[in-house]
């Protein structure tokens, strides 16, 4: 996958020309010339397809002259861009519904705050997904499967090539004929139903694998089958349950989703579909990967008929959601994700600020939050004397001052007390805005990433400031 | 040093961002950093010499952020020849370069584009040079995609540690090692101060079995079945699209398809081992290299190398993971030193045996479980003389000892208390190991 370049690397002041730091993409041979169209040149020689403008304006140039050039675009990256034009940068973009990323490189700080209204994640990819095998729950042609091998007259090396999720059926139908058809939920029943499987087993000298797979199994696959909670959220939200003529395709799936559990499903999801490996004979798994299939694209059908129709209700085009659309959303469904954000100006204005989450935190000891407080304390002193603190040597112990008075103004506006330790302020004040190539790189490197999640409506993106400290080489995120 | 001087006069504040963190001290600087007075004649733009292993994804990114951090002397190795595949996210290298040696296509992009920084190619494997060869270096950084290669490099930089006549580890004969490691979206980074904190061998449980295959590889030179099913998948699939759709793992039609063209071409190159179910297992484990994932290691890395080299702040302490598949996740913990460690331990090392009467392939398969080993040699010294018990390396010695491994320890002259010598891949020097039988009463006699 080649990564999307921003269409305009770059809004400098017009008159700026580059006469300080190097990076890779303002090369020595350009020195004086615009950082803008330097910047650009070189990207664009990374990947021949990618297309590339450059406008050699200051942004806040352009917020004044010509507002409505950000609203072209699918997502904004604002990078080193002071107080004073990211408050109405955020208001603008906020408002048109386009994304915002801010990223931010200081001394050995770094950060990164995400400003998009409504995001919606159809493939979250999680890391740990236990497989959808719906024993607790069987459906006709996996229940006739199961049930037809008797294990018992197998042959050794037959019995031990049958997917484990047979032995497992069949010992939890035998634990369940036992215990009046209740389904075990105690650790007692679970080790109940391991010996039960431990006595099918047929090979005197070792546990067969799939023997020893099924048994593994009772720790994922002896659940009941739910609709998790945070899926369940998505399908009582409000967007989802009142549908308009403007309602996006994942709501709308979301709704015909939410019908189908109410209705065909029987309080379960569309089944996912997915057999994970085992150790079987090719045939014998071939048939229970085709069962779990076909079953799942028998589900997945019925949503995509419900979509339909609720495109059709709502006089929205039929193509507005497509079979493969929905195919995708079935498959993923229990791991579907909303993220909801707040604006930058809101977070920036003292009445709307999240104070309790900044008070909360500080009371930690060692809480990255304090970085939180630095880099907010600069903008302020930024905006007051159009410098950074320490930038120059001869006025590092008077901004060590001014700075501290910049912090304990923004902390009486939360309500918050005094911070315990001088050491942030002086390492903060070291740093006189300097821009580290490689903490610059970690943080470019991480703001193109959640670029990527935003527009491929893939993975989840940081909900909604990430702090970095590459003293400690840790992060933290926090929600404004 | 002409196009220096040139540069330092019509670039005068080149350096002011490093300035300030090498000039001003802080409260949470090292306790051995002294402020700079002339940021221009550090140690780092001086003296100090750096050795990147590896020019592939990660190791683009540390050449460039290493540059760019004010190092200028810098030398990278890498074995490896650039393929089409690797353009998207190794940024030194274009279409153009196709063919050539990643090293030196990497050195000389960085020393065109960064002037005064000086990158020295070694289009070799890390196995070509010697103790003498690495000692010369101050830091060694790690963007390597094989763990064989990380165990090998570790083992030589602890070979290289020297002690006084008190027993006491010689700080000069440290070399730090910094060893970034990417996998999808996750990644590390650690830093290894060898014979003080853990090492690559202390924490070999960390790793995971590899599953990832370079597109050159499966395109050209296959060898294992996985190769074969990875071609289908990345190159044939798109080509002849048979079903008209994206592969679905899931769906057993696509398998199958998959599985015969794999099944073909695995009989082409005489590959066995090709079965419905290894298909499967690979077209849904696939773990691309994401290139912002080697941005964020390799910057991490590098921020790492430049806090050890300057101590302008402590250095991490000293393993870092990180994961953005949900959010961003990070976290740091101090990886433990283990006091029997291969590679690093200083205890005599003991292999426990059951008995002398188990076969020479039974120690060897102990030693592959036990250490990872990937193909171990053996040979021991019996009434001062040396006797090769089994060498896989070199085919002939391979096919004398071949017999051996049939053979019952006792037969071929160990005894409880018996050394063997075990050389490996895993390691740039020969390990020795001291038999103990488990149980005293069955010791032969």
């Known amino acids: 996958m080649a990564s999307p370049a921003p269409k305009s690397p770059e809004q400098s002041d017009k008159s700026k020309k580059y006469d300080r730091q190097l990076s890779f993409f303002l090369d020595a041979d350009n020195i004086g010339k615009s950082r803008a169209q330097v910047a650009t040149q070189l990207l664009l020689e990374l990947n021949p397809d990618v297309k590339g403008d450059f406008v050699d304006e200051s942004p806040k140039q352009i917020l004044e002259t010509n507002p409505d050039f950000f609203i072209g675009h699918t997502l904004v990256i604002a990078t080193a861009i002071s107080e004073r034009v990211l408050v109405p940068l955020s208001t603008r973009l906020w408002d048109a519904g386009i994304p915002l990323i801010v990223a931010r490189s200081y001394g050995f700080i770094g950060s990164i705050r995400i400003q998009v209204e409504e995001h919606t994640v159809v493939e979250s990819h999680p890391d740990d997904q236990h497989p959808d095998l719906r024993l607790d729950a069987p459906f006709p042609a996996l229940k006739q499967f199961a049930d037809s091998f008797d294990m018992s007259q197998l ?209 930690q000891p060692d809480s990255m939050m304090v970085y939180y407080v630095m880099l907010r304390a600069i903008d302020r002193f930024f905006d007051e004397y159009n410098a950074y603190p320490g930038e120059f040597d001869d006025q590092l112990e008077v901004d060590i001052i001014k700075m501290k008075s910049c912090i304990s103004k923004l902390l009486s506006e939360w309500s918050c007390g005094p911070l315990s330790k001088d050491d942030y302020v002086h390492e903060i004040c070291r740093y006189g805005g300097a821009e580290l190539h490689s903490v610059s790189a970690f943080i470019g490197g991480c703001a193109a990433q959640e670029a990527i999640k935003i527009i491929t409506k893939q993975y989840k993106p940081i909900n909604n400031t990430l702090i970095y400290d590459a003293i400690s080489s840790n992060t933290a995120t926090f929600a404004f | 040093m002409d196009v220096a001087v040139q540069i330092k006069d019509a670039f005068p504040k080149r350096w002011c961002h490093l300035k300030k963190v090498l000039e001003r001290t802080g409260p949470f600087c090292h306790p051995d950093f002294e402020p700079s007075t002339d940021v221009t004649n550090h140690f780092i733009m001086t003296t100090c010499k750096i050795l990147v292993i590896g020019a592939g994804g990660l190791g683009c990114e540390l050449l460039k952020n290493l540059a760019l951090m004010g190092f200028k002397d810098i030398h990278v190795i890498d074995m490896d020849t650039i393929d089409l595949s690797n353009l998207n996210r190794q940024f030194l290298f274009r279409r153009k370069d196709i063919g050539q040696s990643k090293a030196e296509v990497a050195a000389k992009f960085i020393n065109q584009r960064i002037p005064g920084c000086n990158v020295t190619p070694h289009y070799n494997k890390i196995q070509d040079f010697d103790e003498c060869f690495y000692r010369q270096f101050h830091i060694v950084v790690c963007g390597l995609d094989s763990i064989v290669a990380r165990r090998w490099i570790n083992g030589m930089l602890i070979s290289l540690l020297t002690y006084d006549d008190d027993g006491d580890l010689e ?275």
Request: charged letters at 25%; glycine letters at 4%; hydrophobic letters at 35%.
């Open chain 1, 155 to 363: 042959e050794l090396k037959d019995h031990a090539r049958i997917p484990y999720v047979v032995p497992l059926y069949q010992a939890l139908q035998t634990w369940m004929q036992q215990h009046d058809g209740a389904f075990p939920k105690s650790s007692k029943d679970k080790n109940e139903l391991r010996d039960l499987i431990k006595k099918g087993n047929k090979n005197p000298d070792s546990e067969e694998q799939n023997f020893t797979e099924a048994i593994r199994a009772v720790n994922f696959a002896i659940r009941k089958t739910v609709v998790p909670t945070d899926v369940q959220d998505i399908l009582n939200d409000n967007k989802c349950i009142n549908l308009t003529s403007k309602s996006k395709p994942f709501w709308i799936t979301a709704k015909a989703v939410k019908d189908f559990v109410d209705n065909e499903g029987k309080g379960l999801l569309p089944l996912r579909g997915s057999l994970p490996d085992m150790t079987s004979d090719t045939n014998n798994y071939v048939k229970l990967q085709q069962i779990y299939h076909k079953q799942s694209s028998k589900d997945a059908e019925i949503v995509f008929r419900r979509a339909q129709q609720l495109l059709y209700s709502l006089s929205q085009p039929r193509d507005n959601i497509s079979e493969a659309y929905v195919k995708n959303f079935c498959k993923h469904e229990s791991s579907i994700a909303i993220q909801r954000g707040s604006c930058i100006t809101s977070e920036y204005d003292q009445k709307t600020a999240n104070a309790s989450e900044i008070a909360l935190s500080l009371e």
């Open chain 2, 171 to 445: 700080q000069s004969s440290i070399i730090p090692m910094v060893d970034g490691g990417t996998e999808g979206f996750k990644g590390n980074v650690r830093v290894i101060l060898p014979g003080i904190s853990a090492c690559i061998e202390c924490t070999l449980d960390l790793f995971p079995p590899q599953v990832t295959y370079p597109l050159c590889t499966i395109a050209s030179t296959p060898r294992l079945p996985e190769h074969c099913i990875e071609y289908v998948k990345v190159i044939q699939w798109p080509k002849e699209n048979p079903y008209e759709a994206a592969i679905d793992g899931d769906d057993p039609v696509h398998i199958n398809w998959i599985y015969e063209k794999a099944s073909e071409r695995a009989n082409q190159f005489n590959i066995s081992g090709v079965n419905f179910r290894l298909v499967q297992g690979v077209v849904k484990n696939i773990i691309p290299a994401v290139a912002s994932t080697n941005a964020a290691i390799a910057a991490a890395c590098t921020t790492e190398v430049f806090k050890i080299a300057t101590s302008c702040s402590v250095p991490l302490s000293n393993y870092m993971v990180f994961n953005d598949v949900d959010g961003l996740y990070t976290y740091t913990y101090e990886a433990e030193k283990k006091d029997d460690c291969l590679a690093c331990g200083q205890t005599a090392k003991v292999l426990e045996i059951k008995s002398t009467e188990i076969k020479l392939q039974q120690l060897i398969d102990q030693l592959t479980e036990s250490y990872q080993m990937k193909n171990p040699g053996v040979t021991t010294s019996i009434n001062g003389k040396n006797r090769t018990l089994y060498l896989p390396t070199v085919s002939s010695i391979e096919e004398q000892t071949r017999e051996n491994l049939k053979k019952n320890l006792g037969d071929l002259g160990l005894e409880n208390g018996s050394e063997i010598n075990v050389a490996d891949v895993t390691s740039p020097n020969t390990l020795v190991f001291v038999l103990k039988v488990a149980s005293e009463s069955m010791q032969v006699e």
